[in-house]
């Protein structure tokens, strides 16, 4: 079984499980600073009314040495009543003398000299416990002398306050985090369902692709990410659909360039084994059937030389010649149908400029844009080549007079197996690769190629080649 999770799943824990922490570590910093607050409030609670006790003995005594008892028992009471704090005034053996409430345990507290000796001469603040009693307390006294002796006046409280204190507060804490966690889990469900609602849209639009449906689309996402995502993969599917049709229709070309000399073959084999075709025609359809098997291998080798440079197989041998030699043989080969339409070549008469490319490839490439100039220049018409230099590349134009393109031919001359319709009429052992190969060659070289026309006056090819060495 498969231990992978869903990245709803991942979202879900990991949001789940930040949350739980942060909440955690903030009930940790309340508590902390909570129990602070109250420890300093309460110090300062403490001294305050140690002092001012300390104060009112000191004042009664010497006002009234013999009922002032009376009068600090109640005015302790009233400053426990106010401030939740007990007092007690004892002497300098420990014997307590008054308290806030002489009714209630606090009374009887046995002090021991010990803690008594931490009080001497300043105002200190211990946690400590009485002796014989296990509970803990905040405690602050006061030691002063009043007409010989002297007294302690000892102002406590249990910590058990402190702990309720903070424990009231991390309850009220504890409920309104559970209820906003749950709030908060809610809400990271359904973000981390709509986090990965479009992933999971993806990996069905994906099968979906993957089927060969290629008419789907993801829609458009308000998340920039996602839209970017969506994007990028709406581009892709199209670009999927376009080389699909593409690879369909290059299939059904060659097997329609490959059927129609192949049927012609076969009949005119078929017509002399059986003696349709008497033996004094044999010559002449044996000459037509060499020619289909010269269109043949002339398709063979073209699909191989694209089938190359498409798979990166084809590795330019880059040397350096003039820009002039492979045109110039060129022109050569077609010497007689160039004499036949009595085509004038212009542009030839130039410096030597040099090419840094592959001789064979380019060789192809002349040959390819001249005789397609050559099949469709006007008769008594011109062929001109031009040559300039723009940095590292020499552009080379070849431009033909003549009936010229369309404009809606122009974006088509380079797919591969299109013909014009005249192209059609003027050659019918063309394959429609030529222009095909000729961009291809050219993009190898790291150039560019268009070209431009003029109904009824021109057209003509423009290209660039390096004519030096590149560093990469």
């Known amino acids: 079984m498969s231990d992978r999770k869903s990245i709803f799943l991942k979202y879900f824990v990991i949001?789940?499980?930040?949350?739980?922490?942060?909440?955690i570590?903030?009930?940790a910093v309340l508590l902390l600073v909570s129990s602070r607050y109250f420890l300093q409030e309460k110090k300062d609670l403490l001294d305050k009314n140690a002092k001012e006790i300390a104060a009112d003995v000191t004042e009664c005594i010497s006002r009234s040495p013999v009922g002032w008892k009376k009068t600090i028992e109640q005015s302790m009471a009233e400053r426990t009543a106010r401030s939740g704090i007990d007092f007690l005034l004892c002497d300098d053996d420990g014997t307590i003398i008054v308290s806030s409430d002489m009714s209630s345990e606090i009374s009887d507290l046995n002090i021991d000299r010990d803690m008594l000796d931490k009080f001497d001469n300043s105002t200190e603040y211990i946690m400590s416990t009485f002796?014989?009693?296990a509970e803990q307390y905040h405690i602050t006294s006061v030691s002063f002398t009043v007409n010989g002796p002297k007294y302690y006046v000892i102002a406590l409280t249990p910590k058990a306050d402190q702990d309720s204190?903070?424990?009231?507060i991390m309850k009220v804490f504890l409920i309104s985090m559970v209820v906003v966690y749950v709030a908060v889990i809610i809400a990271v469900y359904f973000v981390a369902k709509r986090l990965s609602a479009p992933i999971i849209e993806i990996a069905a639009v994906s099968r979906e692709l993957g089927r060969g449906n290629f008419s789907v689309k993801l829609p458009e996402y308000n998340i920039s990410e996602m839209q970017e995502l969506s994007n990028a993969f709406n581009e892709m599917a199209v670009s999927?659909?376009?080389?699909?049709t593409m690879r369909n229709s290059f299939v059904a070309n060659v097997s329609h360039e490959l059927r129609t000399p192949m049927t012609s073959i076969g009949g005119f084999v078929d017509g002399m084994l059986d003696g349709t075709i008497p033996p004094d025609q044999h010559r002449h359809y044996l000459t037509i059937i060499s020619s289909e098997v010269s269109r043949l291998t002339r398709l063979v080798r073209s699909m191989l030389n694209l089938a190359k440079i498409e798979a990166g197989e084809l590795e330019p041998n880059m040397t350096r010649f003039s820009v002039l030699d492979?045109?110039?043989d060129t022109l050569v080969t077609f010497e007689s149908r160039l004499e036949a339409k009595h085509i004038e070549v212009r542009g030839l008469d130039i410096d030597r400029m040099y090419l840094y490319a592959d001789n064979d490839l380019i060789?192809?490439?002349m040959y390819n844009l001249i005789e397609n100039a050559i099949k469709f220049v006007d008769d008594s018409g011109y062929i001109e080549f031009s040559f300039s230099s723009v940095g590292y590349m020499t552009v080379i134009s070849i431009k033909n007079s003549g009936e010229g393109l369309s404009e809606d031919e122009l974006p088509l001359v380079f797919d591969r197996f299109y013909k014009t319709?005249?192209?059609r009429g003027l050659d019918a052992t063309g394959v429609g690769l030529g222009l095909n190969i000729v961009k291809s060659i050219i993009r190898l070289h790291g150039g560019k190629i268009m070209v431009r026309s003029v109904k009824g006056e021109y057209t003509e090819f423009v290209f660039t080649v390096p004519n030096r060495k590149i560093d990469k």
């Not at 204190?165 to 009231?168: C, I, L, P, S, T």
């Open 15 to 23: 949001y789940s499980a930040v949350i739980l922490i942060s909440f």
């Open 165 to 168: 204190y903070v424990w009231e």
């Open 240 to 244: 999927l659909k376009n080389n699909d």
């Open 363 to 365: 060789h192809q490439v």
């Open 326 to 328: 492979p045109i110039v």
């Open 25 to 27: 570590c903030l009930g």
């Open 421 to 423: 319709d005249k192209s």
């Open 131 to 133: 002796e014989g009693s």
